[in-house]
Each structure stands twice: as C-alpha cells, then as structure tokens.
C-alpha cells in the first residue's frame, strides 16, 4: 500500500460562456471607476488575468455631451489607463474604439481564453 496519493490535474475555471460586457452611463469618473469594479470582478471570475483582452468603446456624441455638462475627462482617463495595468498586470493595453453612433456611453467587453 502506497502512502503517496495521486492528485488529480487541475481543473480549469468553470466556463462562463462568451466575452463579458457592460455598458455605462452618467458621469464619466463614475463610469471610470465602475469599469474598475467590473474588470476586477471579471478577473475573479474568469481566474487568470493573463488570458483576458478589454475592449473599451466610447460613444463620442454621448461623451461630447457629458463634456458639454462639465465632466472633466483628463487626467482621470489617463489614471484609468495607468491602474489598469499597474494595478491587474493586464497582458496588454485595453483596445480603444471610438464610436460616432449614440449608445451606452461606455461599453466594457471582456474577452477571454477559457
């Protein structure tokens, strides 16, 4: 009788399904920090950040207008930025996309490798 056990491989995360996604709207440092919380969450839940790519998408009429109202976008973007891969080790940086169409203000999307 052998007093070593087997241990099983490791079993990978449970499958969450297809990317992530959030939308936001209101002040913009609200919707900054929201997708902080997000992304955090998204992590915990998906369990690796080193298999995860962020899409950022901002609707520019609809960030024109919170601009109009008094949001201030710099340096709390650049802040953003900065933590995301500071504070989350993100492999690479978040991707972009401004968009000319009304919409959610922000949308989030979390891709992963499962």
């Known amino acids: ?14 499958d969450i399904g297809g990317p992530l996604v959030w939308t936001f709207d209101g002040a913009f440092a609200t919707c900054l920090a929201d997708m902080e919380d997000a992304l955090r969450r998204a992590i915990v839940q ?17 960030l024109q207008r919170r601009v109009v109202a008094g949001d201030v976008i710099q340096p709390a973007w650049s802040r953003f930025l900065a933590q995301l891969s500071d504070r989350y080790g993100l ?3 978040p991707r972009i996309r401004a968009l000319d169409r009304e919409g959610p ?4 999307v979390i891709a992963y490798r499962g």
């Open 105 to 108: 203000m922000v949308t989030l």
């Open 91 to 93: 492999p690479s940086p």
């Open 46 to 62: 998906v369990g690796d950040v080193s298999s995860i790519a962020v899409l950022i998408e901002l609707s520019l009429p609809k």
């Open 1 to 14: 009788m052998s007093l070593l056990r087997k241990r099983s491989p490791p079993q990978p995360a449970e």
